[in-house]
């Protein structure tokens, strides 16, 4: 072989090894550092820093255990329906609570403290690192009850409520008297992000309400929606073609009332029982006792 073909192939051998090197390395430093929600223990420590923090749980105990909050004192969330399955994957601690749409946590209204944020200009937010199955509407976590005396609802974060225009959507609710909204059957009054919810993908979710507005957040990110009709609300006294609304933010003026919920994570008390279980992954949830601003919600999603 030709001295100048043997020189040309020993280079090219060598760049070839030092290519291969360059795409690992870029792969490490870009691919892996832009996937979101990988275990990252500063960003239990970041939360637990920021004002107005009420709880946070990150689902590390085993199966069978009370879940232990952080925050202001210790909140201890209670399996029902048996035991709930750590699995080993979480943006908090590591782990995360699998839910199998029958199970859920509580907490005793007698026991809910300062979890029990109520008034008429208070706010409130709520967030949650989820792995949602995308099979059916689910409860991820407040004060929320829709039977038991016509109604103990307060705040409550969903996972897709398709009867009013939430459908795959994060929905941040608010209850002032706990009722449903008045002509309808049920409350309508939630936020509903503009972004969908993607199935089977981590996703830090989010709402906040600050005493006129409620509005709801995808990988910490708020999307405002245009005036549109609401489903299901045409033919109703006082609206014969239907209610029109801006989803998010929602406007709504009237406070949280103080209604006597338990705190639940992962369903809520329907007419038939326990209903709209959440089915999927919960790695996390945090309670504030104010309204977010957009910066420190982003600050949590990545």
Not at 195 to 215: H, L, M, N, R, S
């Amino acid at each position: 072989m030709p001295m100048h073909s043997i020189i040309f192939r020993f280079f090219q051998d060598r760049m070839g090894v030092l290519l291969m090197i360059f795409c690992l390395v870029n792969f490490s430093i870009h691919g892996l550092s832009q996937t979101p929600y990988q275990f990252n223990k500063k960003l239990s420590k970041s939360i637990l820093k920021q004002k107005g923090l009420v709880v946070l749980w990150d689902f590390k105990e085993t199966a069978g255990n009370p879940r232990l909050s952080s925050g202001e004192g210790t909140f201890s969330l209670i399996e029902a329906n048996g035991p709930m399955k750590r699995i080993d994957e979480g943006p908090l601690s590591g782990y995360a609570i699998e839910m199998n749409g029958s199970q859920y946590l509580k907490i005793d209204h007698s026991k809910t403290g300062k979890l029990n944020i109520h008034g008429k200009n208070q706010g409130v937010t709520v967030c949650a690192w989820v792995k949602w199955t995308g099979q059916q509407t689910g409860f991820v976590g407040g004060m929320w009850n829709e039977y038991q005396d016509g109604g103990k609802r307060q705040y409550g974060l969903f996972v897709s409520l398709p009867h009013y225009n939430g459908r795959d959507q994060v929905c941040g609710h608010i209850s002032n008297t706990g009722k449903p909204t008045p002509p309808f059957p049920y409350s309508s009054d939630y936020a509903a992000s503009k972004q969908k919810v993607k199935p089977g993908e981590w996703t830090f979710i989010a709402f906040t309400y600050d005493g006129t507005f409620i509005k709801s957040y995808v990988d910490g990110r708020f999307e405002k929606r245009e005036m549109e009709l609401i489903d299901h609300t045409t033919g109703f006294p006082g609206y014969p073609d239907g209610m029109k609304q801006v989803k998010n933010p929602f406007y709504f003026p009237d406070g949280m009332g103080d209604n006597g919920s338990d705190f639940t994570v992962g369903a809520v008390l329907l007419k038939a029982g326990m209903g709209n279980f959440f089915k999927g992954l919960l790695g996390g949830l945090a309670v504030f006792d104010r309204a977010l601003n957009e910066k420190e919600i982003l600050s949590m999603a990545h």
